[in-house]
DNA sequence: AAGCGTTGCTAAATATACCAAGCAAGCCAC
DNA sequence: GTGGCTTGCTTGGTATATTTAGCAACGCTT
């Protein structure tokens, strides 16, 4: 099933903020060692707790990184699907895939980063 | 510590309805064994997944289950005293200013140009 | 070059979710 | 009573979430 890790989207989601892995755990108080690991796929279901303290951190809705991992979520269905019939909260930029996600926040870091 | 013994409302859930644990594990596929120890208190943090199967079985909101166990619940109501500092519309990608939009969708188009 | 702080990462250890197997007590038929 | 069936429960084990300690590569500054 899409092995579309979520690692690599809260790797990316990071960066595009322009923190790093101790910035993060000074924040959220998750530490550097478990944050490399989500990023890297090696976890697969972070608790609700982490996930609400990295959504504060990133600035990104609970639910969604809910959604993420695989964890159902109060309102709609499943999610990690994209074909969801959900009336999904519209983006600004409108429907956009995964895959398409991780290349928006690394093109994010990278216009933050100039200049 | 919380004390939370959220395991006698499950217990009392569960026989309100008039299930056994055998029962329960039937329509949920949650061991008994493990339900049993949900209801002692021995366990601390049951996963979403299977909240979420509990709340189907027991005819309860998902979200009550969530905010039981102590998990934040996606819309305020967390157990501990916060009330959000304010109602930050994000996306996915986290916060983004109107200038970075538009070049976000420059470059969304860019992206799905190339093929 | 040598040292120093920072970065991401890994290995080992601890905690805890969850299950398979089984046990003791109750209940109802024979 | 004995046997079977059901109940809730415990014990031991496996899997996985999370941390502590550390390491190697990088960039600085001197």
């Known amino acids: 099933m899409s092995t ?20 993060v755990e000074k924040i959220t108080d998750i ?4 944050l490399s690991q989500l990023e890297s ?3 697969k279901q972070p608790s609700p707790n ?3 303290k990295l959504s504060e ?4 809705p609970y639910e969604t990184l809910m959604g993420k991992v695989g964890y159902p979520i ?9 074909r969801s019939k959900s009336a999904e909260v ?6 956009i895939s995964s895959d398409e996600e991780i290349e928006l926040l690394q093109y994010l870091k990278f216009i933050r980063n100039r200049k």
């Open 4 to 23: 579309t890790e979520y690692g690599q989207y809260f790797k990316a989601l990071r960066e595009s903020k322009g923190l790093t892995l101790r910035n």
């Open 50 to 52: 982490n996930l609400y």
């Open 57 to 60: 951190a990133y600035e990104v």
């Open 74 to 82: 109060p309102n709609g269905g499943d999610t990690s699907s994209e």
């Open 41 to 43: 796929g090696k976890v």
């Open 90 to 95: 519209s983006n600004k930029l409108g429907e």
């Open 31 to 34: 530490s550097n060692a478990y």
